[in-house]
């Protein structure tokens, strides 16, 4: 039985992607009904409003949880105790981390609508990966659950 998580996210798209994805769909379905009115006009709004749907619901598909001692991002596990330390990345520093500063060999896992990130160091000779890159709404929070203070706070 695994216990509950400590911290756990789920990264959603925003809520103003949903009526310009929907919108788009019934737009191309209204063209294709235009194109091709009679008895199956309702076709294309049966099958592109829901494939609208499911893409917005598989792009916040992305998890992050803390739990059993362990960071869990999607399908990647990373035990808590290998952790050294980690940063909150603000919104002002992401360009730069993602950009010029990043680590070729950091395993990163980022969503574009989410403004800041967390930077986990992890102190693994084993493991070739120098840190974590992750998108998280809170950066903080997760710290805290990962039990390493944020080192970027003075």
């Not at 929907?22 to 709004?45: D, T």
């Not at 060999?105 to 969503?111: E, F, G, I, K, L």
């Amino acid at each position: 039985m695994t216990a509950s998580p400590t911290y756990s996210e789920r990264l959603w798209v925003p809520l103003w992607w949903w009526p310009i994805g929907l919108g788009i769909a019934a737009l191309l379905a209204a063209e294709l009904h235009m194109g091709a009115p009679g008895l199956y006009a309702w076709l294309p709004y049966a099958l592109l409003l829901p494939i609208a749907v499911w893409s917005l619901v598989w792009l916040s598909r992305r998890r992050v949880e803390v739990r059993d001692g362990e960071l869990m991002v999607d399908r990647a596990h990373l035990p808590v105790d290998v952790i050294s330390r980690g940063v909150a990345v603000p919104a002002s520093a992401k360009s730069a981390a993602l950009g010029r500063q990043l680590d070729p060999a950091a395993y990163v896992q980022h969503r574009p609508w989410v403004r800041t990130m967390a930077l986990i160091v992890l102190d693994d000779p084993d493991d070739p990966t120098p840190y974590w890159l992750i998108s998280t709404r809170r950066p903080a929070e997760l710290l805290a659950a990962l039990g390493c203070a944020d080192t970027s706070k003075g």
